[in-house]
Protein backbone atom coordinates (compact mmCIF):
# COMPACT_ATOMS: atom_id res chain seq x y z
CA UNK A 1 0.00 0.00 0.00
CA UNK A 2 2.53 2.95 0.76
CA UNK A 3 4.97 1.35 -2.18
CA UNK A 4 6.77 3.84 -3.69
CA UNK A 5 8.12 3.14 -7.33
CA UNK A 6 10.85 5.06 -8.97
CA UNK A 7 10.28 7.03 -11.95
CA UNK A 8 12.34 9.10 -14.15
CA UNK A 9 10.78 12.81 -15.01
CA UNK A 10 10.60 13.09 -18.33
CA UNK A 11 8.53 16.11 -19.44
CA UNK A 12 7.33 19.24 -17.35
CA UNK A 13 3.92 18.95 -18.83
CA UNK A 14 2.09 21.72 -16.60
CA UNK A 15 4.21 23.47 -14.60
CA UNK A 16 1.15 26.08 -12.86
CA UNK A 17 -0.42 22.71 -11.80
CA UNK A 18 2.91 21.01 -10.98
CA UNK A 19 1.94 18.44 -13.52
CA UNK A 20 4.97 16.19 -15.26
CA UNK A 21 5.21 12.90 -17.36
CA UNK A 22 7.67 10.38 -15.46
CA UNK A 23 8.32 7.00 -17.28
CA UNK A 24 8.14 3.81 -14.75
CA UNK A 25 9.32 0.95 -16.56
CA UNK A 26 9.30 2.14 -19.67
CA UNK A 27 5.51 3.29 -19.30
CA UNK A 28 5.00 7.40 -19.31
CA UNK A 29 2.38 8.96 -17.47
CA UNK A 30 1.09 12.12 -15.99
CA UNK A 31 1.68 12.60 -12.20
CA UNK A 32 1.45 15.52 -9.37
CA UNK A 33 5.14 16.92 -8.41
CA UNK A 34 3.16 19.65 -6.07
CA UNK A 35 4.68 17.72 -2.81
CA UNK A 36 8.33 18.33 -4.03
CA UNK A 37 7.31 22.15 -5.79
CA UNK A 38 9.81 24.00 -3.20
CA UNK A 39 12.35 21.54 -3.82
CA UNK A 40 11.82 21.94 -7.68
CA UNK A 41 11.51 18.72 -9.99
CA UNK A 42 13.63 19.17 -13.73
CA UNK A 43 13.52 16.86 -16.37
CA UNK A 44 16.04 14.36 -16.21
CA UNK A 45 15.31 13.86 -12.13
CA UNK A 46 14.36 10.33 -10.29
CA UNK A 47 11.25 10.22 -8.41
CA UNK A 48 9.60 7.80 -5.72
CA UNK A 49 5.77 7.93 -7.44
CA UNK A 50 3.28 6.85 -5.04
CA UNK A 51 -0.64 6.88 -6.15
CA UNK A 52 0.39 9.08 -8.67
CA UNK A 53 2.40 11.61 -6.80
CA UNK A 54 6.07 12.56 -6.61
CA UNK A 55 6.75 11.73 -2.70
CA UNK A 56 10.66 12.43 -2.77
CA UNK A 57 13.40 13.00 -4.81
CA UNK A 58 15.73 10.40 -5.24
CA UNK A 59 19.26 9.47 -7.34
CA UNK A 60 19.81 7.01 -9.63
CA UNK A 61 21.33 4.60 -7.67
CA UNK A 62 18.23 4.54 -5.14
CA UNK A 63 16.15 4.29 -7.87
CA UNK A 64 18.36 1.33 -9.29
CA UNK A 65 17.61 0.21 -5.88
CA UNK A 66 13.88 0.83 -5.13
CA UNK A 67 13.13 -0.41 -8.60
CA UNK A 68 14.80 -3.96 -8.16
CA UNK A 69 13.12 -4.32 -4.30
CA UNK A 70 9.78 -3.74 -6.08
CA UNK A 71 10.21 -6.50 -9.01
CA UNK A 72 11.12 -9.03 -6.26
CA UNK A 73 7.25 -8.45 -5.20
CA UNK A 74 6.42 -9.83 -8.24
CA UNK A 75 2.52 -9.95 -8.68
CA UNK A 76 2.51 -6.36 -6.59
CA UNK A 77 4.93 -5.44 -9.03
CA UNK A 78 3.12 -6.03 -12.30
CA UNK A 79 -0.22 -4.68 -10.69
CA UNK A 80 1.15 -1.51 -9.68
CA UNK A 81 2.39 -0.84 -12.79
CA UNK A 82 -1.16 -2.06 -14.56
CA UNK A 83 -2.61 0.43 -12.24
CA UNK A 84 -0.26 3.30 -13.16
CA UNK A 85 -0.88 2.64 -16.40
CA UNK A 86 -4.56 3.22 -16.31
CA UNK A 87 -3.83 6.59 -14.84
CA UNK A 88 -5.65 9.34 -16.39
CA UNK A 89 -4.63 12.72 -14.31
CA UNK A 90 -4.97 16.29 -15.76
CA UNK B 1 23.27 -1.84 -11.16
CA UNK B 2 26.24 -1.62 -8.76
CA UNK B 3 24.52 -0.14 -5.96
CA UNK B 4 21.40 -3.13 -6.26
CA UNK B 5 24.52 -5.77 -6.16
CA UNK B 6 26.13 -4.06 -2.98
CA UNK B 7 22.93 -4.28 -1.42
CA UNK B 8 22.48 -8.11 -2.09
CA UNK B 9 25.86 -8.88 -1.23
CA UNK B 10 26.20 -12.05 0.85
CA UNK B 11 29.34 -11.01 2.33
CA UNK B 12 27.89 -7.69 3.13
CA UNK B 13 24.60 -9.80 4.91
CA UNK B 14 26.66 -12.15 6.64
CA UNK B 15 28.71 -9.95 8.04
CA UNK B 16 25.79 -8.00 9.61
CA UNK B 17 24.39 -11.43 10.78
CA UNK B 18 28.02 -12.06 12.51
CA UNK B 19 27.81 -8.33 13.98
CA UNK B 20 24.13 -8.87 15.08
CA UNK B 21 24.82 -12.19 16.97
CA UNK B 22 27.68 -10.67 18.36
CA UNK B 23 26.00 -7.98 19.55
CA UNK B 24 22.92 -9.73 20.92
CA UNK B 25 24.82 -12.28 23.06
CA UNK B 26 22.65 -14.67 24.60
CA UNK B 27 19.61 -12.32 25.58
CA UNK B 28 16.27 -12.29 24.00
CA UNK B 29 15.50 -9.48 21.43
CA UNK B 30 11.83 -8.45 20.49
CA UNK B 31 11.69 -5.76 17.70
CA UNK B 32 8.53 -4.70 15.98
CA UNK B 33 8.56 -3.83 12.56
CA UNK B 34 5.65 -1.07 12.46
CA UNK B 35 5.49 -1.09 8.40
CA UNK B 36 3.96 -3.37 6.09
CA UNK B 37 6.37 -3.19 3.42
CA UNK B 38 9.25 -4.17 6.06
CA UNK B 39 7.03 -7.37 7.20
CA UNK B 40 6.95 -8.07 3.32
CA UNK B 41 10.77 -7.58 2.87
CA UNK B 42 11.44 -9.96 6.09
CA UNK B 43 8.98 -12.66 4.75
CA UNK B 44 10.51 -12.38 1.32
CA UNK B 45 14.34 -13.01 2.12
CA UNK B 46 13.72 -14.72 5.10
CA UNK B 47 15.55 -12.89 7.41
CA UNK B 48 13.81 -14.54 10.33
CA UNK B 49 15.54 -17.58 9.64
CA UNK B 50 18.96 -15.57 9.23
CA UNK B 51 19.15 -13.64 12.40
CA UNK B 52 20.12 -15.60 15.70
CA UNK B 53 17.14 -17.41 17.35
CA UNK B 54 17.39 -15.00 20.57
CA UNK B 55 15.81 -11.72 18.03
CA UNK B 56 12.40 -11.75 17.14
CA UNK B 57 10.68 -9.37 14.84
CA UNK B 58 6.97 -8.76 15.41
CA UNK B 59 5.23 -7.15 13.12
CA UNK B 60 3.03 -3.91 13.90
CA UNK B 61 0.07 -2.47 13.16
CA UNK B 62 1.40 -0.80 9.35
CA UNK B 63 -1.13 -2.13 7.01
CA UNK B 64 -3.63 0.79 5.90
CA UNK B 65 -5.91 -2.01 4.55
CA UNK B 66 -5.71 -4.16 7.07
CA UNK B 67 -6.30 -1.79 9.54
CA UNK B 68 -9.83 -0.59 8.46
CA UNK B 69 -12.26 -2.07 10.59
CA UNK B 70 -15.83 -3.53 8.60
CA UNK B 71 -17.92 -0.84 10.02
CA UNK B 72 -16.36 1.38 7.76
CA UNK B 73 -15.89 -0.80 4.65
CA UNK B 74 -20.03 -1.25 5.25
CA UNK B 75 -20.19 2.32 5.07
CA UNK B 76 -18.10 2.34 2.08
CA UNK B 77 -20.32 -0.38 0.34
CA UNK B 78 -23.16 1.53 1.85
CA UNK B 79 -21.81 4.95 -0.23
CA UNK B 80 -21.38 2.66 -3.15
CA UNK B 81 -24.80 1.23 -3.17
CA UNK B 82 -26.97 4.88 -3.41
CA UNK B 83 -28.49 6.11 -6.78
CA UNK B 84 -26.28 8.16 -8.63
CA UNK B 85 -22.93 7.52 -7.30
CA UNK B 86 -19.55 6.23 -8.57
CA UNK B 87 -17.85 5.02 -6.05
CA UNK B 88 -13.78 5.00 -6.71
CA UNK B 89 -11.16 2.66 -4.45
CA UNK B 90 -7.96 2.00 -4.68
CA UNK B 91 -7.40 -2.08 -6.13
CA UNK B 92 -6.78 -3.14 -2.60
CA UNK B 93 -9.60 -2.11 -0.86
CA UNK B 94 -11.92 -4.14 -3.40
CA UNK B 95 -11.71 -7.40 -1.90
CA UNK B 96 -11.74 -6.04 2.10
CA UNK B 97 -14.66 -7.79 3.81
CA UNK B 98 -17.22 -5.76 5.41
CA UNK B 99 -20.68 -7.67 7.24
CA UNK B 100 -22.50 -7.83 3.95
CA UNK B 101 -19.16 -8.77 1.44
CA UNK B 102 -16.76 -6.82 -0.29
CA UNK B 103 -16.87 -3.77 -2.87
CA UNK B 104 -15.93 -6.13 -5.14
CA UNK B 105 -19.43 -7.78 -4.74
CA UNK B 106 -20.92 -4.69 -4.17
CA UNK B 107 -19.94 -4.10 -7.98
CA UNK B 108 -21.14 -7.27 -8.86
CA UNK B 109 -24.57 -6.61 -7.64
CA UNK B 110 -24.49 -3.58 -10.11
CA UNK B 111 -23.20 -0.39 -8.29
CA UNK B 112 -21.00 1.65 -9.92
CA UNK B 113 -17.19 1.07 -8.01
CA UNK B 114 -14.63 1.93 -9.91
CA UNK B 115 -10.15 1.02 -8.97
CA UNK B 116 -8.43 3.73 -9.81
CA UNK B 117 -4.62 4.58 -9.41
CA UNK B 118 -4.52 8.08 -7.92
CA UNK B 119 -7.55 9.54 -6.36
CA UNK B 120 -6.43 12.71 -8.87
CA UNK B 121 -8.36 10.08 -11.44
CA UNK B 122 -11.27 9.68 -9.08
CA UNK B 123 -11.30 13.60 -9.11
CA UNK B 124 -10.94 13.63 -13.13
CA UNK B 125 -14.01 10.88 -13.20
CA UNK B 126 -16.15 13.94 -11.21
CA UNK B 127 -14.94 16.23 -13.75
CA UNK B 128 -16.03 13.80 -16.95
CA UNK B 129 -19.07 13.05 -14.46
CA UNK B 130 -20.84 16.34 -13.88
CA UNK B 131 -24.20 14.51 -13.69
CA UNK B 132 -22.88 11.53 -10.73
CA UNK B 133 -21.46 11.97 -7.69
CA UNK B 134 -18.15 10.59 -7.59
CA UNK B 135 -16.84 9.47 -4.12
CA UNK B 136 -13.37 8.92 -3.27
CA UNK B 137 -12.43 6.39 -0.27
CA UNK B 138 -9.68 7.59 0.91
CA UNK B 139 -7.35 5.15 3.07
CA UNK B 140 -3.86 5.17 3.83
CA UNK B 141 -1.08 6.61 6.95
CA UNK B 142 0.35 10.41 6.46
CA UNK B 143 2.47 8.49 3.06
CA UNK B 144 -1.14 8.55 0.84
CA UNK B 145 -2.83 11.64 3.08
CA UNK B 146 -0.99 14.24 1.42
CA UNK B 147 -1.88 12.90 -2.04
CA UNK B 148 -5.82 13.18 -1.20
CA UNK B 149 -4.90 16.88 0.85
CA UNK B 150 -3.79 18.10 -2.84
CA UNK B 151 -6.75 16.28 -4.84
CA UNK B 152 -9.23 18.20 -2.36
CA UNK B 153 -7.10 21.95 -2.90
CA UNK B 154 -7.34 20.61 -7.08
CA UNK B 155 -11.07 20.44 -6.52
CA UNK B 156 -11.73 23.21 -4.44
CA UNK B 157 -9.49 25.32 -7.00
CA UNK B 158 -11.45 23.82 -10.29
CA UNK B 159 -15.17 24.20 -8.32
CA UNK B 160 -15.93 20.77 -8.42
CA UNK B 161 -19.27 20.57 -7.06
CA UNK B 162 -19.80 16.30 -7.79
CA UNK B 163 -16.65 15.27 -5.70
CA UNK B 164 -16.80 14.11 -2.15
CA UNK B 165 -14.25 11.82 -0.31
CA UNK B 166 -14.97 9.28 2.48
CA UNK B 167 -11.82 10.18 4.46
CA UNK B 168 -9.87 7.05 6.72
CA UNK B 169 -6.69 7.99 7.04
CA UNK B 170 -5.11 7.11 9.95
CA UNK B 171 -1.21 8.47 11.57
CA UNK B 172 1.51 6.16 12.60
CA UNK B 173 1.96 7.48 16.01
CA UNK B 174 -0.77 6.86 17.66
CA UNK B 175 -0.80 2.87 17.24
CA UNK B 176 2.91 2.99 17.82
CA UNK B 177 1.66 4.36 21.28
CA UNK B 178 -1.29 2.13 21.82
CA UNK B 179 1.21 -0.83 21.47
CA UNK B 180 3.82 0.59 23.98
CA UNK B 181 0.93 1.34 26.71
CA UNK B 182 -0.42 -2.33 25.90
CA UNK B 183 1.19 -4.26 29.14
CA UNK B 184 0.83 -7.76 26.80
CA UNK B 185 4.00 -7.22 24.56
CA UNK B 186 7.49 -6.37 25.75
CA UNK B 187 9.19 -4.64 23.27
CA UNK B 188 12.69 -3.77 23.09
CA UNK B 189 12.64 -1.46 20.43
CA UNK B 190 11.34 -0.49 16.95
CA UNK B 191 12.18 -0.89 13.26
CA UNK B 192 10.77 2.93 12.06
CA UNK B 193 8.65 3.09 8.80
CA UNK B 194 10.15 4.29 5.87
CA UNK B 195 7.75 5.57 3.36
CA UNK B 196 5.66 7.15 5.94
CA UNK B 197 8.76 8.96 7.13
CA UNK B 198 9.61 10.73 3.99
CA UNK B 199 6.71 12.87 5.01
CA UNK B 200 6.78 13.37 8.58
CA UNK B 201 10.14 13.14 9.16
CA UNK B 202 11.89 11.41 11.91
CA UNK B 203 10.64 14.03 14.96
CA UNK B 204 7.46 12.24 15.65
CA UNK B 205 9.12 9.49 16.69
CA UNK B 206 11.01 11.11 19.64
CA UNK B 207 8.98 10.24 22.00
CA UNK B 208 9.58 6.60 21.23
CA UNK B 209 12.98 6.83 23.42
CA UNK B 210 11.78 9.94 25.11
CA UNK B 211 8.80 8.70 26.67
CA UNK B 212 9.19 5.12 26.61
CA UNK B 213 13.16 4.26 26.61
CA UNK B 214 12.81 2.07 23.42
CA UNK B 215 15.28 2.86 20.76
CA UNK B 216 13.76 3.34 17.08
CA UNK B 217 15.74 3.17 13.86
CA UNK B 218 13.78 4.17 10.53
CA UNK B 219 14.67 2.11 8.31
CA UNK B 220 14.42 0.69 4.42
CA UNK B 221 13.33 -1.91 2.90
CA UNK B 222 15.93 -3.71 1.27
CA UNK B 223 17.27 -6.86 3.46
CA UNK B 224 20.53 -5.59 4.52
CA UNK B 225 18.70 -2.17 5.51
CA UNK B 226 16.65 -4.33 7.83
CA UNK B 227 19.84 -6.16 8.93
CA UNK B 228 21.53 -2.44 9.54
CA UNK B 229 18.36 -1.44 11.59
CA UNK B 230 18.73 -4.12 13.75
CA UNK B 231 22.39 -3.93 14.24
CA UNK B 232 21.81 -0.13 15.25
CA UNK B 233 18.93 -0.76 17.43
CA UNK B 234 21.28 -3.75 18.75
CA UNK B 235 24.43 -1.24 19.06
CA UNK B 236 22.51 1.59 20.65
CA UNK B 237 21.06 -1.08 23.20
CA UNK B 238 24.38 -2.28 24.10
CA UNK B 239 26.10 1.61 23.93
CA UNK B 240 23.52 2.48 26.67
CA UNK B 241 22.04 4.77 23.97
CA UNK B 242 18.36 5.49 23.41
CA UNK B 243 17.08 7.65 20.35
CA UNK B 244 15.71 7.84 17.10
CA UNK B 245 18.18 7.02 14.33
CA UNK B 246 17.95 7.13 10.65
CA UNK B 247 19.45 4.34 8.33
CA UNK B 248 16.70 5.34 5.55
CA UNK B 249 18.47 8.44 5.13
CA UNK B 250 19.30 8.51 1.66
CA UNK B 251 15.52 8.70 1.02
CA UNK B 252 13.98 10.27 4.55
CA UNK B 253 15.26 13.66 5.83
CA UNK B 254 14.76 14.58 9.08
CA UNK B 255 12.42 17.21 9.11
CA UNK B 256 10.26 14.84 6.49
CA UNK B 257 8.34 16.91 3.59
CA UNK B 258 7.80 20.33 5.13
CA UNK B 259 5.43 21.08 2.13
CA UNK B 260 3.05 17.83 2.12
CA UNK B 261 2.82 18.18 6.20
CA UNK B 262 1.61 21.89 5.41
CA UNK B 263 -1.18 20.91 2.92
CA UNK B 264 -2.44 17.96 5.56
CA UNK B 265 -2.61 21.01 7.98
CA UNK B 266 -4.63 22.77 5.44
CA UNK B 267 -7.17 20.07 4.59
CA UNK B 268 -7.68 18.14 7.52
CA UNK B 269 -7.32 18.01 11.23
CA UNK B 270 -7.55 14.95 13.74
CA UNK B 271 -10.14 12.77 14.35
CA UNK B 272 -11.05 12.43 18.72
CA UNK B 273 -11.35 8.64 17.88
CA UNK B 274 -10.97 6.52 15.37
CA UNK B 275 -11.86 2.32 15.23
CA UNK B 276 -9.01 0.06 14.40
CA UNK B 277 -9.34 -3.13 13.25
CA UNK B 278 -7.72 -5.47 16.14
CA UNK B 279 -6.54 -2.53 18.08
CA UNK B 280 -9.75 -0.96 18.75
CA UNK B 281 -10.26 2.86 19.24
CA UNK B 282 -7.46 4.90 19.39
CA UNK B 283 -7.97 8.65 20.22
CA UNK B 284 -6.39 11.28 17.85
CA UNK B 285 -5.40 8.28 15.46
CA UNK B 286 -7.02 9.55 12.11
CA UNK B 287 -7.51 12.25 9.88
CA UNK B 288 -10.86 14.15 8.69
CA UNK B 289 -11.55 16.90 6.52
CA UNK B 290 -11.71 20.33 8.20
CA UNK B 291 -14.65 22.73 8.58
CA UNK B 292 -12.87 24.77 5.49
CA UNK B 293 -13.42 21.52 2.91
CA UNK B 294 -16.71 20.26 4.84
CA UNK B 295 -18.24 20.59 1.26
CA UNK B 296 -16.47 17.76 -0.50
CA UNK B 297 -17.08 15.45 3.21
CA UNK B 298 -18.96 12.62 2.38
CA UNK B 299 -19.30 11.96 5.82
CA UNK B 300 -21.62 15.10 6.02
CA UNK B 301 -22.75 14.74 2.66
CA UNK B 302 -24.34 11.58 3.02
CA UNK B 303 -26.33 10.13 6.04
CA UNK B 304 -24.31 6.57 6.56
CA UNK B 305 -24.93 3.76 8.93
CA UNK B 306 -21.54 4.63 10.64
CA UNK B 307 -21.73 1.31 12.95
CA UNK B 308 -19.24 0.81 15.54
CA UNK B 309 -17.26 3.71 14.49
CA UNK B 310 -15.50 6.17 16.57
CA UNK B 311 -19.15 6.86 18.40
CA UNK B 312 -18.55 7.73 22.18
CA UNK B 313 -21.98 6.77 22.95
CA UNK B 314 -21.01 3.04 22.39
CA UNK B 315 -19.76 3.37 25.30
CA UNK B 316 -21.47 2.61 28.31
CA UNK B 317 -19.64 3.32 31.59
CA UNK B 318 -22.61 6.01 33.05
CA UNK B 319 -25.14 3.26 33.02
CA UNK B 320 -22.43 0.30 34.33
CA UNK B 321 -21.61 3.04 37.61
CA UNK B 322 -25.17 3.55 37.97
CA UNK B 323 -25.70 -0.33 37.99
CA UNK B 324 -28.24 0.05 35.06
CA UNK B 325 -26.70 -2.17 33.05
CA UNK B 326 -24.16 -5.22 33.40
CA UNK B 327 -21.05 -4.54 31.59
CA UNK B 328 -21.71 -7.32 29.29
CA UNK B 329 -24.57 -5.48 28.25
CA UNK B 330 -22.44 -3.17 26.93
CA UNK B 331 -22.60 -2.81 23.22
CA UNK B 332 -18.80 -2.51 22.97
CA UNK B 333 -17.83 -4.80 26.07
CA UNK B 334 -14.96 -7.19 25.00
CA UNK B 335 -14.95 -6.30 21.37
CA UNK B 336 -13.91 -2.31 20.62
CA UNK B 337 -13.30 -1.78 24.36
CA UNK B 338 -10.96 -4.06 26.26
CA UNK B 339 -8.20 -3.28 29.09
CA UNK B 340 -6.01 -2.57 26.16
CA UNK B 341 -7.57 -0.40 24.52
CA UNK B 342 -10.08 0.99 26.64
CA UNK B 343 -12.61 3.64 25.34
CA UNK B 344 -14.27 4.27 28.51
CA UNK B 345 -12.80 4.68 32.75
CA UNK B 346 -14.57 1.13 33.45
CA UNK B 347 -12.54 -0.57 30.93
CA UNK B 348 -9.15 1.34 31.98
CA UNK B 349 -8.43 0.89 35.96
CA UNK B 350 -7.84 -2.83 36.99
CA UNK B 351 -10.62 -2.57 39.34
CA UNK B 352 -13.16 -1.36 37.37
CA UNK B 353 -16.27 -3.23 36.53
CA UNK B 354 -15.33 -4.03 32.97
CA UNK B 355 -11.66 -4.75 33.38
CA UNK B 356 -12.37 -6.69 36.44
CA UNK B 357 -15.33 -8.50 34.33
CA UNK B 358 -13.42 -8.51 31.41
CA UNK B 359 -10.31 -10.34 32.91
CA UNK B 360 -11.97 -12.72 35.37
CA UNK B 361 -15.88 -13.13 34.76
CA UNK B 362 -15.72 -13.34 31.31
CA UNK B 363 -15.15 -16.96 30.47
CA UNK B 364 -17.10 -18.11 33.64
CA UNK B 365 -20.11 -16.34 31.85
CA UNK B 366 -19.42 -18.26 28.40
CA UNK B 367 -18.87 -21.42 29.86
CA UNK B 368 -22.61 -20.77 31.49
CA UNK B 369 -23.76 -19.93 28.51
CA UNK B 370 -22.38 -22.68 26.75
CA UNK B 371 -24.40 -24.92 29.29
CA UNK B 372 -27.19 -23.16 29.34
CA UNK B 373 -27.24 -21.83 33.06
CA UNK B 374 -28.38 -18.87 34.15
CA UNK B 375 -26.36 -15.94 33.52
CA UNK B 376 -27.34 -13.03 35.74
CA UNK B 377 -24.12 -12.48 37.61
Not at chain 2, 19 to 44: N, P, Q
Not at chain 2, 220 to 245: K, N, T, W, Y
Amino acid sequence: MCLGIPGQVVQIVDADNHLAKVDVSGVQRTISVRLLAAEGIAQGDWVLVHVGFAMAKIDQEEADLTLEAVKQMGQAYYDEIEAFDSTAII
Amino acid sequence: MKFVDEFRDPAAGRALVAAITELARDDEFKFMEVCGGHTHTIYRHGLEHILPKNIELIHGPGCPVCVIPMGRVDDAMWLAEQPDVIFTTFGDMMRVPGSRGSLLEAKARGADVRFIYSPLDALRVAIDNPDKQVIYFAVGFETTAPSTAVTLVRAKELGVKNFTVFCNHVTIVPPIKAILDSPDLRLDGFLGPGHVSTVVGNRPYRFVPEVYGKPIVVAGFEPLDILASVHMLLAQIRDGRCEVENQYGRVVKDEGNPQALALLAEVFELRPHFEWRGLGFISQSALKLNDDYAEFDAEIRYRMPGLRVADPKACQCGEVLKGVIKPWECKVFGTACTPETPIGTCMVSPEGACAAYYNFGRLHRETALLVGQPTTR
